[in-house]
């Protein structure tokens, strides 16, 4: 194994997640950024000011972008010794000013299937789901980069426990004053691998440009492919997608 790899598997083991510089070069991001800007038959999501806040369905919509896909799947091949497919993607924009969001897990929430079933958020589809975000722009305190705690470790029903109930995976109040946040800085072309479990929380943008970052989320690959069973979900369901962001 690349020795690099061995300190990514270390650091995830001790921390949840790692950091892979310059994963990407510059000229490869601006590529993404036009192909997901042209891409057709995605899903839009604007704020109460109509500013671009997320896209979805996006990560096969170009050579690029299938290029990204299929080099992170080989990095966490490597490192995790076993395959992984991906589960869902989106492409964040927080636009100056842009609100932070509430530190929170991922995926570990409730929600109401189409037949009016409560269901347990992603572990429905799987139990290990990483997260790939790639810095589309520098990334810092001053725009409001992502802020890491080391992974929380449990059951979905454990961690379920530590949330606040309400339709979202957001950490209670006394659980997060209890977890060490770690602000981190990235430039453009950055990777960060992380838990789904890693607690994790943003502040406001305070700049006066855009905080772009693609973030794939993968799971493994011996459940199958669950992308579009996801956002066939997510699209007939009550409260899948409601909003973990600071007003």
Not at 25 to 51: M, Q, R
Not at 63 to 85: A, Q, R, S, V
Request: contains cysteine.
């Amino acid at each position: 194994m690349n020795p690099n790899y061995l300190d990514y598997k270390k650091e995830f083991n001790i921390n949840g997640y790692f950091i892979v510089k310059d994963f990407l070069s510059k000229d490869i991001v601006l590529k993404l950024i036009d192909e997901i800007y042209k891409a057709n038959d995605i899903e839009k999501y604007f704020d109460n000011t109509n500013k671009l806040r997320r896209i979805e369905k996006f990560y096969n919509k170009g050579e690029n972008l299938i290029n990204l896909n299929n080099k992170i799947l080989i990095l966490l091949k490597e490192i995790f010794e076993t395959k992984f497919t991906i589960f869902k993607d989106k492409f964040n924009s927080k636009p100056p000013g842009g609100e932070g969001f509430f530190a929170h897990y991922d995926g570990i929430f409730k929600f109401i299937d189409s037949d009016h079933n409560v269901k347990n958020g992603w572990y429905e589809y799987g139990d290990f789901f990483l997260n790939a975000l790639l810095a589309i722009d520098k990334c810092n305190e001053i725009n409001g980069s992502i802020e890491l705690a080391k992974m929380h470790k449990g059951s979905f029903y454990e961690l379920y426990e530590k949330t606040k109930k309400n339709g979202t995976p957001a950490l209670l109040e006394e659980v997060e004053a209890k977890t060490s946040f770690h602000l981190i800085d990235l430039d453009v072309g950055d990777l960060i691998i992380f838990s789904n479990t890693c607690p994790h929380k943003s502040k406001k943008n305070n700049s006066e440009i855009d905080r772009r970052l693609i973030y794939y989320t993968y799971t493994l690959s011996k459940n199958g492919s669950k992308y579009y069973e996801y956002f066939n979900d997510k699209k007939k369901s009550k409260g899948l997608s409601k909003a973990l962001s600071q007003k």
